[in-house]
């Protein structure tokens, strides 16, 4: 490994560490309340769902968790990520470095909270009568590296149009919520009439979770999901790459 590479890392590591000591600096539960968020949000809607409303699902809850987890680490790191830029800015303009560094500390620090909710998975699979196998060993991996170039890519995108036009932070915040109800994480995928899943299938997010849920779950792997998902990444990321490189250029300037 050369002398810029380790530089390299050994930044982006300090960069990953402040993101998460800052988060939880002066809080009784610190780090727990990264688990506790998205626990406490499927508390919510389990009740919503499942109490008031009376939706019949066996496994309710295990289904619920095991796409929440994923897509709070998605949530949270592409809300994080719109004002990474203009959040920094002193230390962009006194220190020449990678300015992907920043996002890349965000998606890291995020990625820690979903490495700590895989135990929690793994119990509760044991308490419905399920466990885990071998397939998780490679398909968990697996399902985060795609889901880590989306995020990546979205927040190259979102962090540097924010840069220039402020509006983006509000608008993907509003982008966001409407995903989380167009994704499969309260409901299966099979449960949206025909003629309304192809607004389903449009959301990046999709096969995704319902890839996550069939590891999970399921213990098995639907090749097909995975290929959509390696597509989506692929064009998420050469977007993201695109617009960032174009617009880094008077970044100086718009900060």
């Known amino acids: 490994m050369d002398r810029n590479t380790r530089r390299t890392l050994d930044l982006l590591q300090i960069l990953t560490d402040k993101e ?56 949270a790191s592409v809300l994080m990520c719109v004002n990474t830029l203009t959040g920094n800015t002193s230390l962009i303009k006194k220190v020449i470095f990678p300015k992907r560094l920043l996002i890349l500390s965000v998606i890291n620090g995020q990625l820690v909270t979903l490495i700590f909710s895989i135990p929690i998975l793994a119990a509760m699979t044991f308490y419905y009568g399920m466990h885990p196998v071998w397939t998780w060993l490679y398909g968990i991996p697996l399902l985060m590296a795609i889901q880590y170039f989306i995020i990546y890519g979205m927040g190259m995108l979102t962090s540097m149009v924010n840069a220039y036009f402020r509006d983006m932070e509000h608008i993907i915040a509003v982008c966001i919520n409407m995903l989380f ?75």
Not at 48 to 62: E, G, P, S, V
Not at 242 to 252: H, L, S, Y
């Open 20 to 75: 998460i000591t800052v988060k939880y600096k002066r809080t009784a539960l610190g780090f727990l309340w990264s688990l506790m968020n998205p626990i406490l949000s499927a508390l919510v809607l389990f009740i919503a769902f499942k109490i008031f409303m009376r939706f019949q699902m066996k496994d309710y809850t295990l289904f619920m968790l095991s796409a929440m987890f994923p897509w709070t680490w998605f949530s």
């Open 181 to 255: 109800w167009m994704t499969p994480i309260m409901y299966p995928l099979q449960m949206v009439p025909e003629k309304y899943r192809i607004f389903l299938v449009l959301n990046p997010m999709t096969y995704l979770i319902e890839s996550w849920r069939d590891v999970i779950m399921g213990n098995n792997i639907n090749w097909d999901y995975i290929l959509i998902s390696v597509v989506t990444a692929g064009l998420v990321m050469s977007a993201g790459t695109a617009v960032f490189n174009r617009m880094d250029k008077r970044i100086d300037e718009v900060l």
